[in-house]
Each structure stands twice: as C-alpha cells, then as structure tokens.
C-alpha cells in the first residue's frame, strides 16, 4: 500500500511539473504579445502625430497663401487640409492611443513579475510539498486571471509578431524542444518532471534495489564446478609440441605395446 501511495504520488508530481511549465510558456507569450501591441501602438501614435504636424503647417501655409493671392484653388485645399485635420483630432482623441500603450506596457510589467514567480516556483518544486505546490499555483491563477481581466484587447498585428518573436506556431501544439527553448536554461533540462529522491521509479531506488552479484566468467565457473574426473581427464590430455616430440611419444607408445616403431 505505502509503494503504490508513492507511485500515484510521484506521478501527481509529474503532472504538476507539466502543467507549470505550460502556465510559464503560456505568460511568456502573453506578455510578449502585450510588448509588441505597446510597440505598433506607441508606433501608431507617433505616424499620427507626426502627420498632424504636416497637415497643420499646410493648412497655415495655405491660409496665409489665400490672404496673399487670394486664391480661391488655395482656399479650398486649406478647407479640405482643416476638415482632415478636425477629423484626425477627433479620432486621436477617441482612441487615446497614449493611455492604451501604456496600459498594454503596465500588463506586460505584471505578466513579467509572475512568470519571475513562476520561475521561483520551479527552482524550489522539489523542494516543496505538494500541498504548498497546490497553493502557490492556485494563486498565482487567480492573480493572472486578474490581469487578464483588466488588459486591453490585443491586435492579431501584435500576436502575429510574438509568434515569429517565439518562434512558435499553435500555442496548444508546443513539443518538448518548445518547451526546453522557453524555459530557463537551468529548469529546461527537467522536462521529464523532477521526481523527489528515493521514490519509486527513480534511477536511484532502482540501483538501490537491483541484486548485486559477482561478475565470474563462464570458464572461471566451469572450473570452480568441474568434477575430479573432468580435472583429471583434462590433466591426461596430450598437449600439442614439436614433430620431434610427437615422434619420440609415438616410439614410447609403440615400445610399450611391443609394437616395432616404424623407421
């Protein structure tokens, strides 16, 4: 019963690991996406701007002209130059380009300091029991969904250039290469999800609890188990020599029987 408690344990472990570091990734491409809509807004802001100074000088060149030349061409590209102008002011001024900049600038500020968290949260995961896991994430949730609430809307400008930034595609298809760029370089080598020391399944439980055994070649356990017989046999074994060693056994053995030796 205590193994398979250990087992589901360090499996509850692993999905919590996993599913981290895919809130992590997930802040990540938030906030970069945020970074770039205060980039193309303040951009925009400043194309605007920028125009607005050109259609005034115009406009002011143009009615000096008309007090000059009275002319009436003059006269009615400056009406045309004052009516965009009026409507570029309109717009500028319903669109509040400033106060939406820096509020995608304060979103992203926010999104920072939690994935900071995060990262912390990561660094000390083994470190921790699994019910302060639980409540550490819980709540940094509950502040994101916070955030979330109070960000303006994205432009797609801004979350087509995140990705290529990332350089990710589907947000929900990331693999483990994904991942392992995303992450810090020290917390990138633990995708697999860190498993606390001497739980079941570990490489180390595992060495701890493989029978150890002595390494003995197949010939030293052949001799160590030979019968006396088998060792003697072996000692009567004729051993390989020179011809004239052969020659001088065979005389021997041809002696012995009474057998002439062949010349």
């Not at 595609?169 to 917390?187: K, T, V």
Request: hydrophobic share 35%; with cysteine.
């Amino acid at each position: 019963m205590n193994e398979v408690f250990m087992n589901d344990e360090a499996s509850y472990r692993e999905r919590l690991w996993s599913q981290l570091t895919e809130l992590y990734v997930g802040i990540i491409f938030s906030r970069e996406r945020h970074r770039q809509a205060e980039y193309f807004t303040t951009k925009k802001q400043s194309v605007i701007s920028l125009i607005q100074i050109t259609i005034t000088a115009l406009t002011s060149a143009g009615c000096l002209s008309v007090v000059i030349t009275n002319s009436t061409a003059m006269a009615l590209v400056s009406t045309v130059l004052a009516i965009a102008l009026f409507g570029l002011n309109l717009y500028i001024r319903g669109a509040k380009l400033e106060e939406l900049a820096s509020r995608h600038k304060s979103t992203a500020d926010d999104l920072l300091a939690i994935s900071q968290e995060y990262v912390s949260l990561l660094t000390d995961f083994n470190n921790l029991k699994i019910q302060d896991i639980v409540a550490r994430r819980d709540d940094l949730q509950q502040r994101v969904d916070h955030i979330y609430e109070m960000a303006p809307p994205l432009p797609e400008v801004a979350t087509k250039r995140a990705k290529d930034i990332l350089q990710i595609g589907n947000i929900e298809l990331l693999n483990a290469q994904d991942y392992s760029r995303l992450l810090p370089l020290g917390l990138s080598a633990q995708l697999n999800g860190p498993l606390p020391k001497n739980a079941p399944g570990t490489k180390q439980t595992q060495a701890k609890d493989a029978p150890t055994t002595k390494n003995a070649s197949p010939k030293r356990t052949q001799a160590k188990n030979a019968t006396p017989k088998q060792m003697q046999a072996k000692d009567a074994s004729p051993t390989k020599g020179t011809p004239a060693d052969k020659a001088q056994g065979d005389k021997e053995q041809a002696a012995k029987r009474e057998i002439p030796p062949e010349n």
